[in-house]
């Protein structure tokens, strides 16, 4: 009879212990604005940010489109900022990326910025593994423009 008791008590410990820290994640101003429905905008980004913010979020929709399946299996996700610009919006960018805790594979995202000409845009490479092994089982590189458009470098630089 004791046994059934202790798995009880745990459980509650573990929900009290999780909503404490969710709480203390909404407290310390985090900004998982919206959990349903898509993502808003912090209000804690600039204005070049905010415009990354929503234009992952758009590509990630046709990421998301496109590679349905192996999207199934991502039960991490692990953020690597290889951008100055990116690193100061860090603490308020949501990966705009649904994890599934029955899955194990690791979603790696890199990102890395670049500037030309007055056009800001942001390299994103998606790689899933399979933790277990290591080995690379998806990959995506992906191009968000955050200031311009890919229509106005061209432009720019005559490779239209």
């Given amino acids: 009879m004791k046994r059934p008791f202790r798995k009880v008590i745990e459980r509650t410990l573990q929900l009290v212990i999780l909503s404490i820290g969710l ?8 900004d998982f604005n919206s959990l349903i429905g898509g993502l808003e ?3 804690h980004l600039d204005e070049l940010g905010n415009s990354f913010q ?8 046709i990421v998301e489109s496109e590679n349905s399946d192996i999207l199934l299996t991502v039960g991490e996700v692990k953020v690597v900022n290889r951008s100055n610009l990116v690193k100061t919006w860090e603490p308020y960018l949501v990966a705009p990326v649904e994890v599934f805790p029955d899955q194990n594979n690791l979603l790696e995202i890199v990102i890395m910025t670049w500037e030309d000409r007055g056009v800001i845009a942001a390299n994103i490479e998606y790689s899933i593994y399979d933790p277990k092994t290591g080995e690379l089982l998806w990959e995506k590189i992906r ?8 229509d106005a470098f061209e432009k720019l630089t005559g490779n239209h």
């Fill in 23 to 30: 709480w203390a994640v909404v407290l310390a101003g985090s």
């Fill in 54 to 61: 929503v234009a992952w979020q758009s590509d990630m929709e």
């Fill in 41 to 43: 905008p912090s209000p």
């Fill in 143 to 150: 191009t968000v423009y955050i200031k311009g458009s890919e």
